[in-house]
């Protein structure tokens, strides 16, 4: 092998730019192009993908249930996201899941649950059930809890806290 | 023999830039330590969430880094390397470096709200405006990625890389302002709300903003170390490209010297 001659110094930082090349790049190989091509195709499509769900579903992820009641006639038997604070005392675990009752402003709304609620499923929390409407109450198959941004330390010795449940 | 100017050797650290990288490291894994163990063993179960609070120490500050920190620098890096007055590559790698540590803390903001959402609101992902736009600049920044692997002059590719920074960047106040704008599955802020008024207390409050203190510092930690690695890449791509270049010539040489024998 021939003793390379040195190689010239590095352009210092910040000195990139515009320095032009002795020779143009080698050309983009058919393998590389097909490669380009598909992860383009992927990251274009999943990015498709998000924003039709994002202005289909995201934009209103659901609907509290005074509006909902109000729009019942429009909805019908529509699967939708019904929103509602669970009325204290109405919750009753039955053979397929749980019924309740949601609250939203002045509107009180009952829920036919199937499946068991997650853990955090309690009276005066905002949850979010996933269902539809049969008659004047909701059958719902999945609920969610959607937790406040609030985060209040526990009082052992307080015996009712502040949002009224027991410790 | 050791040439007085060793022309071969990538450009040098300086031993205090060495230094100041591993002092944020150090100090990046004690606050981590101390988050942790704050978190862990100090801080007491939130009334409503128990135990799952402990989450909170660790999910909002890696959003934090990923979404706003991250996102944000490689967008203001990519607008100055556009202005043709403060044009200088030390943006483009910076946003370049930005962006790649950033994708990475994208992708734990995802995970670690995916355990959380899980026990908390049933659910390991739901289609809301919060969870999806952040979705969404995961991918746009899996492009900017992407894009720089396309081979171009450093030039052309900087200037590309830079307006896919700033088009994606559209996405980080979206991001942000999602769950005020539209009705969301994902709580409010805590502590960047409208009001400014943080709605978390005592050593809760003090952990969480540690949480932030020490994934800040990890981040920089990364971003720091991944720009020297991109100095070095690019030394190595020219260095290689002028081998390669030397090369060919060597060979035109030999064969022209036996033509002529």
Not at chain 1, 58 to 70: E, F
Not at chain 2, 20 to 26: D, F
Not at chain 2, 203 to 216: I, P
Request: charged share 15%.
């Amino acid at each position: 092998m021939t003793t390379a001659p040195p190689r010239p110094p590095s352009p210092p930082e910040g000195a990139g730019r515009g320095t032009p090349r002795a020779t143009p790049l080698p050309p983009v190989r058919d393998g590389h192009r097909l490669r380009y091509a598909v992860v383009g195709l992927v990251l274009v499509g999943s990015l498709v993908f998000l924003v039709a769900k994002g202005l289909g579903t995201a934009l209103n992820y659901y609907l509290p249930a005074d509006q909902a009641v109000a729009q019942q006639a429009t909805l019908g038997s529509k699967t939708f996201n019904l929103e509602g604070v669970v009325a204290p005392g109405s919750i009753h675990p039955t053979a397929r899941g749980v019924d309740f009752v949601v609250t939203s402003g002045s509107t009180r709304l009952p829920v036919a649950n199937t499946g068991s609620p997650p853990e955090l499923f309690q009276a005066d929390i905002p949850v979010i059930a996933v269902g539809h409407f049969s008659g004047s109450t909701f059958i719902s198959n999945q609920i969610l809890v959607k937790h406040s941004s609030n985060y209040i330390a526990q009082h052992p010795k307080r015996v009712t806290a502040p949002n009224g449940t027991k410790q | 023999m050791i040439p007085s100017r060793n022309v071969h050797a990538p450009p040098a650290q300086s031993p205090r830039a060495r230094w100041a990288v591993g002092i944020i490291g150090i100090t990046a894994v004690a606050a981590t330590a101390l988050t942790v163990w704050l978190g862990l063993w100090v801080t007491p179960p939130d009334q409503s969430q128990g135990d799952l609070v402990r989450l909170v120490y660790i999910h909002p500050g890696v959003a934090w880094v990923a979404l706003y920190l991250a996102f944000a620098l490689a967008a203001v890096s990519s607008l100055l390397f556009l202005w043709t007055r403060t044009r200088s590559m030390f943006w483009d790698r910076l946003a370049a470096a930005s962006v790649e540590v950033g994708v990475v803390f994208n992708v734990c903001t995802l995970i670690s709200g995916s355990i959380w959402g899980k026990p908390t609101w049933g659910v390991w992902w739901a289609w809301d405006a919060r969870l999806t736009s952040t979705a969404v600049l995961l991918v746009l920044f899996l492009g900017y990625l992407a894009l720089r692997r396309v081979p171009a002059e450093p030039d052309v590719r900087a200037k590309r890389s830079a307006f896919v920074a700033l088009f994606a960047a559209v996405d980080i106040p979206i991001v942000h302002f999602s769950v005020l704008w539209w009705r969301t599955l994902h709580q409010g802020a805590t502590v960047l709300n409208p009001n400014l008024s943080p709605t978390i207390h005592g050593s809760m409050a003090w952990t969480l903003l540690l949480g932030f203190v020490a994934v800040t510092l990890v981040f920089v930690w990364m971003l720091l170390v991944r720009y020297r690695i991109g100095v070095l890449e690019d030394y190595l791509g020219t260095g290689e490209l002028d081998v390669a270049l030397r090369e060919r010539q060597a060979e035109g040489a030999v064969t022209d010297e036996e033509e002529a024998a």
